[in-house]
């Protein structure tokens, strides 16, 4: 059975890709908007999904707009003619400023003719770093990796993003005017708050300075930031009201879940789970294992499906990613609990990139830890370390799709 389950599970996360592919979900949205031969269309694609959102967006526009186009360092997808940038993630760069500057100075010559239309994905928040006044790179580069070692989710970590960004929080939103502004948007978030998809460059912000510097202080990371950014964060700024967008949500967890719960009902007696996993890795892991073992043991083959976006808390130095990381706690589990019952658990992100790996995340058995000992690694060690691709990749357990 191990065999069979194991290509119906990949082919279940497949569907759920598929139900979250981003060509499609433009092209399902967008429509081709009245000619104007005195006004532009510009298109700002930005995220992990932004090459094939913007193939999407050819389909139904053509190719004579004005294009440019943001996306991460393993997505090679370029498209001719087109200004391309690679910039870093989930660590902002230079490249990425140079996308932002680039972005603004197309914005700058806006009229109430021109339409933009921003196509927006996961991971545009650090692919377009835009450091508010008197903030440098490399103090939003430390401020970022404070947040990523923090445990902090998604959402919390976008609202004080918000704040030290002139991008973000509307900002696209406010640069883009006069023009009409239209967002697509590809959710990678819990809930689905468009304030805090890729920090909500054509929304209003989820907080304020004050909300932003009170929570840092609660985490203990007040006191080690750089002093441009608190000084930011103490300044008492009134930004005026944000423009008019028509914001639109064209994929989520919630569709790719469904997908892939349908796809598995031909050989699976399926259980979706409607509460979402959030939170530290290692928190998920024990509600996965607490509702294992409420099931276990089963009569028939049984796939118990969750959605959700959890957090790794930083401890060492290694290299992997918050669903490499799941999947490595509960492959520790199984093999400790040492079953002839046979389980397989896969977790891994529709974008087809968990943290700063090529991998989507990882498919694991009750054999993986001792594959792990067995070709001369440490896993307990590895883990301890956040090194959960080495580990995964010792086992042959990495669950690899390329950007999606």
């Not at 999904?49 to 393993?74: N, Q, W």
């Not at 377009?128 to 970590?157: C, F």
């Not at 930004?239 to 064209?250: F, Y």
Request: some cysteine; proline content about 5%.
């Amino acid at each position: 059975m191990t065999l069979d389950a194991s290509r119906v599970i990949r082919s279940a996360f497949q569907a759920s890709i598929n139900q979250a592919d981003p060509k499609a979900a433009v092209e399902r949205y967008l429509s081709a908007p009245p000619v104007d031969e005195s006004g532009r269309i510009i298109v700002i694609a930005a995220g992990k999904a932004a090459p094939a959102m913007l193939r999407g967006a050819y389909s139904v526009l053509g190719p004579k707009v004005d294009a440019i186009c943001v996306t991460h360092k393993e997505n090679q997808d370029f498209i001719d003619g087109i200004p391309f940038f690679n910039s870093g993630h989930p660590i902002p760069d230079e490249i990425g400023i140079q996308a932002t500057r680039t972005i603004s100075e197309i914005l700058k010559s806006t009229t109430p003719q021109d339409r933009v239309i921003a196509l927006i994905s996961g991971g545009a928040s650090a692919l377009l770093p835009a450091p508010a006044a008197g903030i440098s790179l490399e103090d939003k580069q430390a401020l970022n990796a404070t947040l990523l070692a923090s445990g902090l989710d998604i959402v919390e970590m976008n609202m004080i993003r918000q704040q030290v960004s002139t991008l973000k929080g509307g900002g696209l939103l406010r640069q883009a005017a006069p023009a009409t502004v239209s967002a697509y948007i590809l959710s990678d978030v819990v809930g689905d708050d468009l304030r805090a998809i890729a920090s909500g460059p054509t929304v209003a912000p989820l907080g304020t300075k004050p909300t932003a510097r009170e929570r840092l202080q609660q985490i203990g990371a007040w006191e080690t930031l750089p002093a441009s950014i608190k000084l930011h964060l103490e300044s008492d700024v009134t930004e005026t009201a944000l423009p008019l967008a028509q914001n639109m949500l064209v994929g989520s967890n919630t569709h790719s879940v469904n997908a892939a719960s349908q796809h598995l009902q031909a050989d699976f007696n399926v259980i979706s789970i409607e509460t979402p996993l959030v939170g530290d890795v290692r928190a998920a892991s024990r509600v996965i294992i607490d509702r294992f073992e409420q099931q276990s043991p089963v009569s028939t083959p049984t796939a118990i499906v969750w959605g959700g976006e959890t957090t790794v808390e930083l401890r060492g130095t290694g290299r992997g990613g918050r669903n490499q990381e799941l999947a490595l706690l509960i492959a520790k589990y199984l093999h400790a609990r040492n079953s002839s019952e046979k389980v397989l658990f896969l977790s891994g992100g529709t974008d087809g990139r968990d943290g700063p790996t090529d991998a989507a995340g990882a498919l694991v058995d009750g054999g993986t830890w001792q594959r792990i000992i067995e070709r001369g690694s440490n896993p307990d060690a590895l883990l301890d370390n956040n090194d959960s691709y080495v580990a995964l990749e010792a086992a042959g357990d990495l669950l690899i799709t390329g950007a999606t």
